[in-house]
């Protein structure tokens, strides 16, 4: 029973180990050029120009997550006094997670970066950073 638990806990920390912090994923675009930007990320979301030599270009990535939750499930129901479900099935239930990256640009340059938003991980999926 202990070797079980080993081998859960060690596949656990490898897990955690294997996505990097959002901020380590983004810390090499520093000093790329924007057409390299623009070829692995796409068109951005939005542009603001600080400067005509500076402007900050943002993209907005989300994903949705659907999930089967029964809400009933831990119920207990006796034969006598149950009610029937009337073919209703249980509705799943949806997870927005969204990730809002901004990079500031001088003079074709990345220079700096930002981020917020609760999708922000360093795990890279079709192309896109989530």
Not at 45 to 68: A, C, G, L, Q, W
Not at 78 to 97: D, K, L, N, R
Not at 103 to 129: H, K, P, W
């Given at each position: 029973?202990k070797?079980?638990?080993l081998?859960?806990?060690?596949g656990?920390?490898?897990?955690c180990?294997s996505?990097?912090?959002?901020a380590?994923?983004?810390?090499?675009w520093?000093?790329?050029?924007e057409?390299s930007l623009?070829?692995?990320w796409?068109?951005?979301?939005?542009?603001?120009?600080i400067?005509?030599?500076e402007k900050v270009v943002?993209?907005v990535?989300?994903s949705?997550?659907r999930?089967n939750?029964?809400p009933y499930?831990?119920?207990?129901a006796y034969?006598?006094?149950s009610s029937?479900v009337?073919?209703?099935p249980?509705?799943?239930?949806?997870?927005?997670?969204?990730?809002?990256?901004?990079?500031t640009?001088?003079n074709?340059i990345?220079?700096?970066y930002?981020?917020?938003?609760?999708?922000?991980?360093g795990?890279?999926?079709?192309?896109?950073?989530?």
């Amino acid at each position: 029973m202990k070797k079980i638990w080993l081998v859960l806990l060690a596949g656990v920390c490898s897990a955690c180990q294997s996505v990097r912090p959002y901020a380590e994923t983004l810390q090499p675009w520093v000093g790329q050029t924007e057409r390299s930007l623009e070829q692995s990320w796409g068109y951005p979301d939005n542009v603001f120009y600080i400067t005509p030599d500076e402007k900050v270009v943002t993209y907005v990535r989300s994903s949705t997550h659907r999930y089967n939750f029964d809400p009933y499930q831990d119920e207990v129901a006796y034969s006598a006094i149950s009610s029937p479900v009337y073919g209703f099935p249980p509705q799943p239930a949806e997870t927005t997670y969204y990730c809002k990256t901004s990079f500031t640009l001088q003079n074709g340059i990345v220079r700096n970066y930002s981020f917020n938003g609760d999708g922000c991980t360093g795990a890279v999926e079709r192309g896109y950073i989530f």
